[in-house]
């Protein structure tokens, strides 16, 4: 149900950036997602197709780039992917969750002029 807002706020913001562009049509959406951003892919296609009929992103394909979540550990300073958990590969101490991985913003929008 995120899903449904979060396309909401898409279309309403490609729509203001594109208020003083002259274009056809809108051919692409790329929006980041962050792993941890609690947004599932497939719901967000699945909301897109919906909520976007009839506004300027109809039709347009949304391109999804994920994003990995990234620990920082305290000790040594490492930035690191989560694997099986939050070891750090350097030292072996406990890394903990940073803003890496809760993003969610758009990209790029591209149009056919
Ligand atoms: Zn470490």
């Known amino acids: 149900m995120h899903e449904y807002f979060v396309t ?3 279309v309403k913001i490609a729509e203001d ?4 562009v002259s274009f056809k049509r809108v051919t692409r959406i790329k929006v980041v997602v962050g792993e941890l951003s609690g947004i599932i892919d497939e719901s967000l296609k699945f909301y897109f ?3 976007t009929k009839g506004t300027i992103l109809e039709g347009a394909e ?3 780039i994920t994003k990995k979540a990234l620990l920082y550990c ?3 300073g490492e930035y690191f992917e989560r694997t099986k958990d939050f070891t750090c590969p ?3 101490s406990l890394g903990k969750l940073t803003e890496h ?3 969610f913003y758009i990209e790029s ?3 056919d002029d």
């Open 8 to 10: 909401q706020q898409l």
């Open 62 to 64: 949304l391109k999804i």
């Open 49 to 51: 197709d919906i909520l």
């Open 90 to 92: 350097k030292c072996l």
């Open 74 to 76: 305290q000790k040594c």
């Open 17 to 20: 950036e594109l208020k003083d």
């Open 109 to 111: 929008i591209e149009v």
């Open 101 to 103: 991985g809760k993003e």
